[in-house]
């Protein structure tokens, strides 16, 4: 007998919310009331966010896009259901709020430029390269060329396939199963030296010489994830150490990598302001170079900066099959 009561009850609530919720889409204004409540605390969530800085809040930053499309549908679902004028005005004004937001998160992208007609150029690509043998992408068309997540085998590819011209160096005397970071350049290499924080993070100083009264300063890096508050942690520890070393640099300097930072967090507004270093943008949304085999995230955590004496008048993100990461490329000029 109690069984009986127990599924009777259970019928009785089931009953009840459906009634409730029936009732609440029927009334008037009471489910647009309740959409653009929703979409506005969406909204004061992820304004929270990039106010608040934890990696918990980076998480919700770097997903801005996605967390934007949800408000915005949110306040359309509550405009297209709302009947009173009050409430009307409240839907159009969450619906324009909305677009306000991820105006004022996309703004700082500027399109490239145009090549002086006396300017030298060079071109670099930078690529978390979890790839096969017989996956390597063709990338004969970079002259200074990143990788991360690499093997010595497929550094030893990659250099056999790029062909004459090319010398290259590793993070470490690693063996083919081990993965690091490698620089391939067409540059003589006149200097290098590698930095390890003993974990996942580390990068490659390399200094370029493009031509005999000019040189370059490569950074190229490999930054833990941030994940949580360890991985977030780390990984800034290591950013700051690179940003010591740049800022101390008296030549030019290309930063790039797998820099485990969205272009909504804190740290990657802080590269561009301490050190001074410029983006390469991928004109007004700035394209992912992360997309999680197929996962409905894609995220842009590869980049390339170039300091102020240096110029970037072409970007491009390559669509490419083999790693998780797709190869982020700029055109550089000096």
């Avoid at 998160?105 to 043998?133: I, Q």
């Avoid at 067409?186 to 990068?203: C, K, L, N």
């Amino acid at each position: 007998m109690q069984m009986l009561r127990d599924w009777q009850s259970r019928n009785e609530l089931v009953r009840d919310l459906v009634t409730m919720s029936r009732e609440l889409w029927n009334h008037k204004g009471g489910m647009g009331q309740v959409l653009s409540g929703l979409a506005l605390l969406v909204q004061t969530v992820l304004v929270a966010s990039l106010v608040i800085s934890s990696s918990a809040t980076e998480q919700i930053v770097s997903l801005s896009p996605q967390v934007f499309v949800l408000s915005l549908i949110l306040h359309v679902g509550a405009l297209a259901t709302e009947r009173q004028r009050q409430l009307l005005v409240r839907a159009v004004g969450g619906t324009v709020s909305a677009m306000v937001l991820i105006a004022l998160l996309l703004s700082p992208w500027s399109d490239p430029g145009t090549v002086p007609p006396t300017a030298n150029t060079f071109k670099v690509t930078t690529y978390n390269a979890l790839f096969t043998r017989d996956e390597a992408p063709r990338l004969d068309q970079a002259d200074v060329i990143g990788l991360q997540e690499i093997t010595r085998a497929k550094l030893d590819t990659v250099a056999s396939n790029l062909g004459v011209g090319y010398t290259y160096l590793s993070a470490c005397d690693c063996t083919a199963a081990g993965t690091e970071v490698g620089l391939v350049s067409r540059f003589e290499i006149a200097d290098a030296e590698y930095y390890d924080d003993g974990g996942s993070g580390t990068f490659i100083r390399a200094v370029l010489e493009l031509a005999p009264d000019k040189l370059v300063v490569v950074y190229l890096a490999h930054l833990p994830s941030p994940e949580n508050h360890t991985g977030r942690d780390r990984r800034d520890a290591l950013l700051e150490v690179i940003e010591t070393r740049i800022a101390a640099e008296r030549d030019d300097v290309v930063l790039m990598g797998d820099l485990s930072t969205t272009v909504y967090s804190s740290a990657f507004q802080r590269i561009r302001s301490e050190l001074e270093l410029q983006p390469a943008g991928y004109g007004i949304v700035p394209a992912c170079s992360w997309h999680g085999y197929g996962s409905l995230l894609c995220l842009r955590i590869d980049h390339v900066f170039v300091s102020s004496g240096l110029g970037i008048v072409e970007s491009s993100v390559a669509h490419v099959e083999g790693s998780d990461h797709r190869p982020v490329s700029a055109v550089v000029t000096w």
